[in-house]
């Protein structure tokens, strides 16, 4: 199967014209994004689960597009993939969480949404306020119904929580209840607890451990460990002067898989970023050689914690001091339509002058209107970003309602939208391929590990 599939990838990127002839004004055809997305969000791919032989293929698919393009392997690179080994640690379904001397057992109003596998003993605080999140190494936090649990697990990882417990909503418990023990992945020679684990506690569960005092573990049975990979693809456009820096355009190729039986497509989440970075790539190429170099990059894993970005901010094929600006492109499928008609949000668009000086010159970008949901925080720039490179997220609509489920469809897409959306970036990132601007961060826009 996995040969066929492999077939259909070197068949698809056969079918892709390349300009020929630099072009002054660069169109980016609807047809060529349609046919990433055709391939990409298709049945055959099951949803690109990272990690998975399908995530290689999605990977080898992009990667044998920006060769087709005129790319080539970036410096200390072979070829156009990156493979990060993985850990995976199958949860062995009776965990215990304990607060002093109460105890909750997994299936006795305990249910883990997701794990590392690791156990977790400190700290214990109770956290209910997004700007004012306790640091503690487990967090009990009690979320309103709806989706405003996400703001307070936003907050609560970025004080530094190891485990956050969510008090059962109407909400959680249905995720709960679809849920099945599924495994964590964690990169290998990575550190325990980069990650929270997070858990849910029946109302009376968390209501005694929260009126418990004195230590707090998370015991997670055993565990079965095996190794497993996931790949980035990466592409290199040089540039005409070496010590001019390097810009970056970035997305993520992995989706959810095949959930309980259900395949989970994936076409806005996020083959519509990497559908843009390809077609950028593709517009890029065709013209006059710039005077930065780029790179092109299709993470693997950010479904599973980030780490194909992870991996890449720990070994990059150039160094990290080199790279100018970071842009992410991730579910521009559909149009928010909070936001102005066309317009596309840009994260922390207030932490750099990164998104000012991009809308300047054309790009279809304005400020993030969702700042309680910390998107800046959960998308693979933000790796980049505390690692002092300026680097973004573009979204065309970050809240859409076929987030993560069947409905995130080819059928649900806006090609329109999408394909005027990436034309709307090509001149701005020409220019600062050409090292018209230098993207700076904001007086406290930089990041810091552990901070919000």
């Known amino acids: 199967m996995l040969n066929l599939r492999t077939l259909l990838v070197a068949g698809l990127v056969a079918a892709f014209a390349t300009a020929g002839q630099a072009q002054e004004a660069w169109t980016v055809k609807p047809a060529w994004v349609s046919a990433h997305e055709n391939f990409l969000a298709s049945p055959a791919l099951r949803g690109r689960g990272s990690a998975t032989p399908d995530e290689v293929v999605a ?131 990575e550190e325990p607890g980069m990650r929270p684990d997070i858990l849910v506690l029946s109302a009376d569960a968390f209501d005694r451990l929260a009126a418990a005092t004195g230590p707090a573990v998370l015991d997670p049975g055993t565990p079965t460990i095996e190794e497993a990979s996931t790949v980035n693809a990466i592409g290199w456009l040089e540039g005409s002067d070496p010590t001019a820096g390097v810009v970056m355009i970035s997305a993520h190729l992995d989706h959810l898989g095949v959930v309980d039986g259900v395949l989970m497509p994936g076409a806005n989440d996020d083959a519509s970023g990497t559908a843009a970075v390809m077609e950028l790539a593709h517009a890029l190429a065709a013209g006059p050689q710039p005077k930065r170099s780029i790179l ?51 994260t922390g668009f207030d932490r750099s002058d990164f998104g000012p000086l991009m809308k300047a010159r054309g790009a279809l970008v304005t400020a993030d209107p969702y700042l309680e949901q910390q998107f800046f925080q959960r998308s693979d720039n933000y790796a980049l970003a505390l690692k002092g490179i300026v680097a973004h997220t573009i979204s065309g609509w970050a809240t859409i309602p076929t987030y993560h489920s069947a409905e995130d469809t080819i059928a649900n897409l806006d090609i329109g939208f999408m394909t005027a959306a990436i034309q709307s970036l090509v001149e701005p990132l020409r220019s600062l391929a050409d090292g018209a601007f230098t993207p700076q961060w904001a007086e406290g826009g930089r990041p810091v590990a552990g901070a919000r």
């Open 59 to 189: 990977a080898t698919y992009v990667a044998s597009v920006f060769e087709r393009y005129g790319l080539t392997p970036a410096p200390d690179m072979a070829g156009f993939l990156q493979t990060a080994p993985l850990t995976r640690s199958t949860p062995s379904g009776h965990a215990i969480l304990t607060v002093g001397g109460v105890a909750v057992a997994q299936g006795e109003g305990l249910s883990i949404l997701s794990a590392s596998g690791q156990r977790i003993e400190g700290s214990v605080a109770t956290g209910s306020d997004a700007a004012a999140m306790p640091r503690a190494d487990i967090v009990l936090v009690a979320p309103p119904e709806g989706p405003g649990f996400r703001p307070l697990m936003g907050a609560a990882r970025a004080a530094g929580a190891k485990v956050i417990v969510l008090r059962e909503t109407d909400t959680l418990k249905q995720a709960a209840a679809r849920s099945r023990p599924r495994p964590g992945y964690t990169l290998v020679g």
């Open 296 to 346: 092109f990059v299709a993470y693997g894993a950010e479904e599973i914690g980030l780490l194909g970005s992870q991996f890449f901010g720990e070994h990059p094929p150039v160094p990290l001091d080199r790279i100018v600006a970071n842009l992410e492109i991730e579910m521009i499928g559909k149009q928010d339509p909070n936001l102005p008609a066309g317009v596309m949000m840009m």
